[in-house]
T-cell receptor, first 113, second 111 residues
């Protein structure tokens, strides 16, 4: 069953704590993305990666970090520097040919305790 | 900075046709225009994609004028289950990998 798996579905963070959101895909896609969505708002790009061992900042990268050591995996760490981390986080991937569509995971809801 | 502009919300009734327009003045020459649908607490899902003129599939049509600076998603005979947020997506001029979503259009379909 091909797709994108995000885990956990719900995550709670204590103040000052770093937390990592997992994103795994078995679609053989080169490009992967992380978006943040606040209640009633659109998707904002945090980081994206075109290829293994390479990634670029999106529009709201401050307080977040990523790695891309494997093609299938693109974990997102929400660091303690992110002062307002409560949001719905979506991971996506796509192939790099022209016109390739984005496929999304089911999301992780992060809340602050 | 927003790369696409859409109406914030639209209301319709079951059985009507709904047209949602998106403006994208900085679209790159080789970029496609793609529309996605999102339900609450779910990831967006693909609806339709086009490059120019008109594209139609089993759920929607997409109209793109010659200058490609806008596009219109057309949903024929909407039902209550079409209540969702709709996003248009285009790549940035300097990198087609950097995919920026606009704020989307909240469509409410009433009985």
């Amino acid at each position: 069953d091909g797709g994108i798996t995000q885990s956990p579905k719900y995550l709670f963070r204590k103040e000052g704590q770093n937390v990592t959101l997992s994103c795994e895909q078995n679609l053989n896609h080169d490009a992967m993305y992380w978006y943040r969505q606040d209640p009633g708002q659109g998707l904002r790009l945090i980081y994206y990666s075109q290829i293994v061992n390479d990634f670029q900042k999106g529009d709201i990268a401050e307080g977040y970090s990523v790695s891309r050591e494997k093609k299938e995996s693109f974990p997102l760490t929400v660091t303690s520097a992110q002062k307002n981390p409560t949001a719905f986080y979506l991971c996506a991937s796509r192939g790099v040919a022209r016109g390739e569509k984005l496929f999304f995971g089911s999301g992780t809801q992060l809340s602050v305790l | 900075l927003a790369k696409t502009t859409q109406p914030i919300s639209m209301d319709s009734y079951e059985g009507q046709e709904v047209n949602i327009t998106c403006s994208h003045n900085n679209i790159a020459t080789n970029d496609y225009i793609t529309w996605y649908q999102q339900f609450p607490s779910q990831g967006p899902r693909f609806i339709i994609q086009g490059y120019k003129t008109k594209v139609t599939n089993e759920v929607a049509s997409l109209f793109i004028p010659a200058d490609r600076k806008s596009s219109t998603l057309s949903l024929p005979r909407v039902s209550l289950s079409d209540t969702a947020v709709y996003y248009c997506l285009v790549g940035e001029r300097d990198s087609s990998y950097k995919l920026i979503f606009g704020s989307g259009t909240r469509l409410l379909v009433r009985p």
